[in-house]
């Protein structure tokens, strides 16, 4: 192939990632942004100026930066995510400081050896979770907030399967208001189990919301 072919696939590709209708960022084995297109823009508010060759602690919470940083470094080391690689609903960091929340997907790149080379997060606007004003509303998704993860909750789609209640009763308690509790989930393995329970919800009715990164 000529070198001018050459150079208009990698146009197309450049082009390609920076017109996603989605935001794609790619962080090496360090953590440092090296792709940051467009819908970054729109939605976190840095430019690709800002952004690139910056850490990606730019968009997560302080205080969650830790846990995302030992997650990080596990997936590194492993090369693959101990998760199920499905959408989460992930609370980040904006320009202007203020959370934005966002439907994002994650995914260890690795290199012709096997070995992991960074990562890829894509990540779409979503709305952000909240209480009713009337909490004996079921149609209404409620939100509970933890110190590592959050939990929704959304009454209509319970099928009272019993799953969450038995699978981390320090957490999920119907005897007790409110009857979620994640802040007792302030371990990275008690986020785990609660990410776990929330996963076996048979209904859908439970959901995680990442802080950051989820842990991996």
Same mark, same amino acid.
């Given at each position: 192939m000529s070198?001018?072919?050459?150079?208009? #696939? $990698?146009?197309?590709?450049a082009e390609t990632v920076n017109q996603a209708g989605d935001a794609i960022?790619?962080?090496?084995? $360090?953590?440092?942004?090296?792709?940051?297109?467009?819908?970054?823009v729109e939605i976190f508010g840095w430019t690709p100026e800002q952004a690139l060759g910056q850490s990606v602690n730019l968009i997560i919470p302080e205080k969650f930066r830790a846990g995302h940083? #030992?997650?990080?470094?596990?997936?590194?080391?492993?090369g693959h995510?101990?998760?199920?690689?499905k959408a989460r609903l992930t609370r980040?960091?904006?320009s202007s400081g203020e959370p934005a929340y966002v439907e994002m997907t994650f995914a260890v790149v690795n290199g012709a050896d096997g070995a992991a080379v960074g990562a890829v997060a894509v990540a779409r606007a979503a709305e952000k979770p909240g209480k009713p004003a009337d909490p004996r509303? $079921?149609?209404v998704k409620k939100l509970?907030?933890?110190p590592i993860v959050d939990v929704t909750f959304e009454g209509e789609l319970c099928i009272h399967s019993g799953n969450c209640t038995g699978g981390m009763p320090s957490v999920f308690d119907t005897s007790k208001r409110p009857w979620i509790n994640p802040t007792v989930a302030d371990t990275p393995e008690g986020a785990d189990l609660l990410r776990r329970?929330?996963?076996?919800?048979?209904?859908g009715a439970l959901q995680i919301v990442e802080h950051e990164h989820p842990k991996e």
């Open positions: 070198d001018n072919g050459v150079n208009v #696939h $990698e146009a197309l590709l960022i790619a962080i090496d084995r $360090e953590g440092i942004i090296r792709v940051w297109n467009q819908k970054c940083d #030992h997650g990080f470094g596990a997936a590194m080391s492993s995510l101990a998760s199920d690689g980040a960091l904006t509303d $079921e149609k509970y907030t933890g329970t929330v996963a076996n919800c048979p209904s």
